[in-house]
């Protein structure tokens, strides 16, 4: 089992909190067309990596993979067709923006035929929280994408939300959320806001435009939307996602369980051979490195200490969490320590035990990146 994740870096125009790389284009440009060139290189490039490999699922992130025109997403995927194994059984996704969400695109993402998951940025459900947020699209787009869905029978399609940002009331919450279920909406990624350097947000929150609210806040909104989910009958599978019955995201959950993936495309990450690997962050040396082909331009073997603390990390951020005998048997050099620290004084209440699981509580998951940081060797 694996997975493919490919990078189409272009966006219409950056959102102030997104951190994610991309750059602004011109539609189906030059540089789009050089872009397409260069990835389809790469995809034939490192195929012989997995040979035996079968491939589960398929991921078309960015940026905006809707930005571009869905004949250069069918030549990616006849390329990935000609070089490697592909399971009859594929998870295909592609993220699509809700103002790229047209009568036309959808009949050509359905008479593709390969494409069978779809996952769009909501990000709000009121056009103040929109256009807060710098999103390029409004909340008639939202609505329009989900008559599409049932249009041209997508029943397999994510959600994203940002909560905690401060001009964001409990009301609107509940409200969005209510849409989400009369919806039937099968899978929910909820996150709440970060303000990371380099951002649009963080230049406004540097000159005072905008303010971070205090941990209680978003500590309540974080439990509101959390309640409100499990209410609607939503299964909470990670830290920040949640689905319908069946409806997870079999490509996400693949990272969680250490199956290899290659990444394509400026920025992309690999993990194969238990090693990761980056391709450049910029698309010009991204350019440069293909053409020269070079595999990647960082590469890190991971030692037994990392693959310990890769595997707290993610499976504490798992709805199951980690369970306690599979680590004393994959790292019982390490178990002592596991379990000294799931038992110190100021951790333990975070904790909940059943069986032989033990997983994040709610006001854990909170502080989940100080928890996990705590286990590292
Ligand atoms: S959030 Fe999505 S659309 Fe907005 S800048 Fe980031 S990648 Fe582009």
């Known amino acids: ?46 195929s012989y990596l997995f040979k035996n490999e079968i491939v589960d699922t398929v991921y078309f992130g960015g940026g905006t993979p809707s930005f571009i025109s869905f004949s ?23 993220e699509i923006n809700p103002e790229h969400a047209t009568d036309e695109y959808f009949r050509q993402m359905r008479s593709s035929g390969f494409i069978n998951r779809l ?18 699209h409004s909340v008639s787009d939202n609505y329009r994408y989900l008559d599409l869905c049932s249009k041209y029978d997508f029943s397999n399609f994510s959600v994203d939300y940002i909560f905690g940002y401060e001009t964001l009331e409990n009301k609107e919450i509940e409200r969005s959320f209510k849409i989400f279920s009369d919806y039937n909406i099968p899978h929910i ?37 959390h309640n409100l989910l499990e209410s609607f009958g939503y299964q909470h599978y990670e830290i920040s996602n949640y689905s319908l019955p069946g409806m997870y995201s079999r490509h996400n959950s693949n990272y969680w369980d250490f199956v290899p993936y290659l990444g394509f495309g400026p920025s992309a990450h690999s993990f194969y051979n ?12 991204y350019s440069k490195q293909i053409s020269e082909k070079q595999l990647y331009t960082e590469n890190e073997i991971l030692n037994q200490d990392d693959n310990f603390n890769e595997y707290v990390m993610l499976k504490f951020r798992t709805f199951k969490g980690v369970d306690i005998s599979c680590l004393k048997s994959r790292f019982p050099k390490y178990f002592d320590h596991f379990m000294k620290i799931l038992h110190r004084k100021d951790l333990v209440d975070y904790f909940d035990f059943t069986d032989d699981y033990v997983k994040l509580t709610l006001d854990g998951i909170f502080i989940s990146d100080y928890i996990i940081s705590e286990f590292f060797v």
């Open 1 to 46: 089992m694996s997975g493919l994740y490919i990078h189409i870096p272009f966006c219409v125009r950056k959102c102030g909190y997104c951190d994610f790389y991309s750059v602004r284009a011109s539609k189906d440009s030059e540089l789009v067309q050089h872009f397409i060139d260069n990835l389809l290189t790469e995809i034939s490039f490192k």
């Open 72 to 94: 250069y997403i069918e030549r990616i995927f006849s390329c990935l067709t000609k070089y490697y194994n592909l399971n009859p059984d594929l998870e295909c996704t592609i």
């Open 119 to 136: 996952s769009t940025g909501f990000q709000a459900m009121d056009d103040q929280g929109l256009k807060y947020l710098g999103r390029n």
């Open 189 to 225: 990624s909820a996150y709440s806001l970060g303000i990371e350097d380099n951002t649009p947000f963080a230049k406004k929150l540097a000159s005072g435009i905008i303010h971070r609210p205090d941990d209680d806040f978003f500590l309540q909104q974080f439990k509101l939307v």
């Open 274 to 285: 238990n090693s990761r690997s980056w391709n450049a962050r910029k698309l010009v040396d």
